[in-house]
T-cell receptor, first 114, second 114 residues
């Protein structure tokens, strides 16, 4: 069966520090991968999605970047965090080649930038 | 931009009552999905309804879709305290190379009192 791992669960970082959040998927190959940010427990904002290794699409211009160095690994990064980067970050995957495009989510990372 | 808009934003009911949440969207869709999120956790897929379907059932869940009105509703019958969570609709836009992307609404916070 497929599983998705996202870590860390919580993170407190000072303004101006770098960021690296990691997400890995097991039990499937060539998944579509997504990074979302959720503010105040409400709607999800799609930040990045990837359809393959090294293929990253950005949905919203911002202080963050994403990379996919391996088929089932998706990394969210920042060189210098801003206060506005605080939020709940969610990684998700969906199978390719299916019209259903159901997404499966990780447990999330709560990021506080102080 | 958020395609889906849920209504109401918050719903408080007693155990055993039915809960109805509504979702409106703007563009043509391939399918519409509902997800559940417990506080501080990732989202979990509940049910998917295709654009050519009008109603779908899964256990205590009933989803309807009206493409002419671009709206959907989620009914949870005989609610339980464990149903307390946020519920999100998500739409898969029709056509093009959407790469499995979904657009999520702002969510409805459901509280079921024992």
């Amino acid at each position: 069966s497929q599983t998705i791992h996202q870590w860390p669960a919580t993170l407190v970082q000072p303004v101006g520090s770098p960021l690296s959040l990691e997400c890995t998927v097991e039990g499937t190959s060539n998944p579509n991968l997504y990074w979302y940010r959720q503010a105040a427990g409400r709607g999800l904002q799609l930040l990045f999605y990837s359809v393959g290794i090294g293929q990253i699409s950005s949905e919203v211009p911002q202080n963050l970047s994403a990379s996919r160095p391996q088929d089932r690994q998706f990394i969210l990064s920042s060189k210098k965090l801003l206060l506005s980067d605080s939020g709940f970050y969610l990684c998700a995957w969906s199978p390719t080649g299916q019209a259903k495009n159901i997404q499966y989510f990780g447990a999330g990372t709560r990021l506080s930038v102080l | 931009s958020q395609q889906g808009e849920e209504d109401p934003q918050a719903l408080s009911i007693q155990e055993g009552e039915n809960a109805t949440m509504n979702c409106s969207y703007k563009t043509s869709i391939n399918n519409l999905q509902w997800y559940r999120q417990n506080s501080g956790r990732g989202l979990v897929h509940l049910i998917l309804i295709r654009s050519n379907e009008r109603e779908k059932h899964s256990g205590r869940l009933r989803v309807t879709l009206d493409t002419s009105k671009k709206s959907s509703s989620l009914l949870i019958t005989a609610s339980r305290a464990a149903d307390t969570a946020s519920y999100f609709c998500a739409t898969a836009v029709a056509g093009g190379t959407s790469y499995g992307k979904l657009t999520f609404g702002q969510g409805t916070i459901l509280t079921v009192h024992p």
